[in-house]
């Protein structure tokens, strides 16, 4: 045990560094969201200056390019293998299961999340289910 803590004394760690910018952004975009909402709810004026963050925080290249890809008909998803563009119409036109795995969207994926982002992206998850056996309803008849 003091070898081990003797090992551990000589080691020479960095200082604490900075959370990754895409992190931090990511959070404050939300924390703003939250602010402007509960303002809107309470009826009082949003300060001018929440939304132009919001708004440089929101207009990255990474947002700027996705919707762009968006605007010619097309989705950028986050796969395995990296970023990869798609058609939106055909990719609609899978079976729910490869448009729901291509989307990070599985049931046992989206409850092995330890985010909180779990309760919205089941809630997509079934929703995507459901509207995809209405349409099949639909077609049918």
Same mark, same amino acid.
């Given at each position: 045990?003091? #070898?081990?803590? @003797?090992?551990? $004394?000589?080691? !020479?760690?960095? /200082?604490?560094?900075?959370? /990754?910018?895409?992190? &931090? %952004?990511?959070?404050?975009?939300? %924390?703003?969201?939250?602010?402007?909402?509960?303002?809107? $709810? *309470?009826?009082? !004026?949003? /300060? #001018?200056?929440?939304?132009? $963050?919001?708004? %440089?925080?929101?207009?990255? /290249?990474?947002?700027?390019?996705?919707?762009?890809?968006?605007?010619?008909?097309?989705?950028?998803? @986050?796969?395995?293998?990296?970023?990869?563009?798609? +058609?939106?119409?055909?990719?609609? #036109?899978? &079976?729910?299961?490869?448009?729901?795995? %291509?989307? +990070?969207?599985?049931?046992?994926?989206?409850? *092995?999340? #330890?985010?909180? @982002?779990?309760? @919205?992206?089941?809630?997509?998850?079934?929703?995507?289910?459901?509207? &995809?056996?209405?349409?099949? $309803?639909?077609?049918?008849?």
């Amino acid at each position: 045990m003091s #070898k081990q803590n @003797n090992i551990i $004394e000589q080691l !020479e760690l960095p /200082p604490l560094g900075l959370k /990754p910018r895409r992190l &931090h %952004d990511a959070g404050r975009i939300k %924390d703003i969201v939250s602010a402007i909402n509960r303002y809107r $709810e *309470a009826k009082l !004026e949003i /300060p #001018k200056e929440w939304t132009e $963050e919001y708004n %440089d925080l929101v207009n990255t /290249p990474m947002i700027v390019t996705i919707q762009g890809e968006l605007k010619a008909g097309n989705i950028v998803i @986050n796969t395995i293998e990296g970023l990869r563009t798609c +058609n939106i119409e055909e990719l609609v #036109k899978q &079976h729910i299961d490869g448009l729901l795995y %291509d989307l +990070n969207l599985t049931e046992p994926e989206i409850l *092995a999340s #330890k985010s909180l @982002n779990l309760i @919205n992206n089941y809630a997509i998850f079934n929703v995507i289910k459901l509207l &995809h056996k209405k349409c099949n $309803e639909v077609k049918r008849k």
